[in-house]
């Protein structure tokens, strides 16, 4: 652990273990391995659980956050089970807070993932519930399934996003034209990241890699932000994407041709 993780983690448990509306503290992630297993980058991942009446005093209440420095930026986000605050401060150290109650964890069998596992350290605990969560081991993380339609609405949406792109440049709104166009590039880059999740069973992923030679690919996509740029971008976004697609589902069939013919004869627009 590096010094500043250190410091700022002696003023957490200082901060929340005498609340007694906290009953119980776990540090996990990089932090709780030790100096091998985190970075001077490596941020704080605490597990928070308070009392049930209590919960909105933590989230999405910020200002209790604010007394461990000057917040620069945060990030929260919550399901049935849990709230998350992903706090960055202005000299960015960053904390994220998981914070639940008593009574939702006493159902973390139910939980679609669990953010802790084996090697998380309990800071201080006043609940035999929290005691027994954080030490079952190293539960089973369950990434949610992406269902046949989930992806094939994907697909529709990429087409639309590439015909309406299209239709945009022949129209000279060359602005909404490279905002679909940059769309597509995130798309692709969105059925990367379902792809290597698939693959390595997890969407946790510390150390980076898989994944970057898509990146080498996609930089085919990058053209001049002229109307002929675009519409060679899209055409180029379109190719990686068929290609992603294709290895996501062996249903999948390429259908781009209709699409180019179109690009086609808009640059033929273009050249009147």
Same mark, same amino acid.
């Given at each position: 652990? &590096?010094p500043?993780q250190a410091d700022?983690?002696?003023?957490?448990v *200082?901060?929340?273990?005498p609340?007694q509306?906290?009953?119980g503290?776990?540090l996990f992630?990089?932090?709780?391995?030790g100096?091998? /297993?985190?970075? /001077?980058w490596?941020?704080?991942d605490l597990?928070?659980?308070?009392k049930?009446e #209590?919960?909105? *005093?933590?989230?999405?209440a910020?200002?209790?956050? #604010?007394s461990?420095?000057?917040?620069?930026?945060?990030d929260q986000s919550?399901?049935e089970?849990?709230c998350?605050?992903r706090?960055c401060f202005?000299?960015? !150290? +960053?904390v994220?807070?998981v914070?639940?109650?008593e009574?939702k964890?006493?159902?973390?069998?139910?939980w679609?993932?669990?953010?802790?596992a084996s090697?998380? #350290?309990?800071l201080?605990? +006043?609940? &035999?519930?929290f @005691?027994? @969560? *954080?030490?079952?081991?190293?539960?089973?993380r369950?990434?949610?399934p992406i269902?046949?339609?989930q992806?094939?609405e994907m697909v529709r949406?990429?087409r639309?996003? *590439?015909?309406?792109?299209?239709?945009k440049?022949v129209r000279?709104?060359l602005?909404i @034209?490279l /905002? =679909?166009?940059?769309d597509?590039i !995130?798309?692709?880059?969105?059925l990367g990241?379902?792809?290597r999740? +698939?693959?390595?069973?997890?969407?946790i /992923?510390?150390?980076?890699?898989?994944?970057n030679? =898509?990146?080498?690919q996609l930089q085919i996509?990058?053209?001049?932000?002229?109307?002929?740029?675009?519409?060679n971008?899209?055409k180029?976004?379109n190719?990686a994407?068929?290609?992603?697609?294709c290895?996501?589902?062996?249903d999948y069939h390429e259908? #781009?041709?209709m699409l180019f013919?179109?690009i086609?004869? @808009?640059k033929v627009e273009?050249r !009147?």
């Amino acid at each position: 652990m &590096q010094p500043w993780q250190a410091d700022l983690l002696d003023k957490l448990v *200082s901060y929340f273990e005498p609340n007694q509306d906290v009953l119980g503290l776990l540090l996990f992630g990089s932090c709780s391995g030790g100096e091998n /297993h985190c970075d /001077h980058w490596s941020d704080i991942d605490l597990l928070v659980v308070v009392k049930n009446e #209590r919960l909105e *005093s933590f989230f999405p209440a910020i200002e209790w956050i #604010r007394s461990f420095g000057g917040l620069y930026t945060y990030d929260q986000s919550s399901d049935e089970f849990k709230c998350t605050t992903r706090a960055c401060f202005e000299d960015f !150290r +960053r904390v994220d807070f998981v914070i639940t109650t008593e009574e939702k964890l006493a159902n973390i069998d139910e939980w679609s993932s669990v953010p802790f596992a084996s090697g998380a #350290r309990t800071l201080f605990s +006043r609940s &035999q519930i929290f @005691a027994n @969560a *954080s030490q079952q081991g190293n539960p089973q993380r369950k990434l949610p399934p992406i269902l046949e339609d989930q992806f094939l609405e994907m697909v529709r949406k990429f087409r639309f996003k *590439s015909m309406l792109a299209v239709y945009k440049v022949v129209r000279n709104d060359l602005l909404i @034209a490279l /905002h =679909l166009s940059l769309d597509l590039i !995130r798309d692709c880059s969105v059925l990367g990241m379902m792809l290597r999740d +698939r693959k390595t069973g997890t969407n946790i /992923h510390k150390e980076g890699g898989q994944g970057n030679q =898509l990146v080498a690919q996609l930089q085919i996509t990058q053209k001049p932000f002229t109307p002929l740029g675009i519409l060679n971008s899209i055409k180029e976004s379109n190719q990686a994407f068929d290609g992603l697609a294709c290895e996501w589902s062996s249903d999948y069939h390429e259908n #781009r041709q209709m699409l180019f013919e179109w690009i086609e004869k @808009a640059k033929v627009e273009l050249r !009147r």
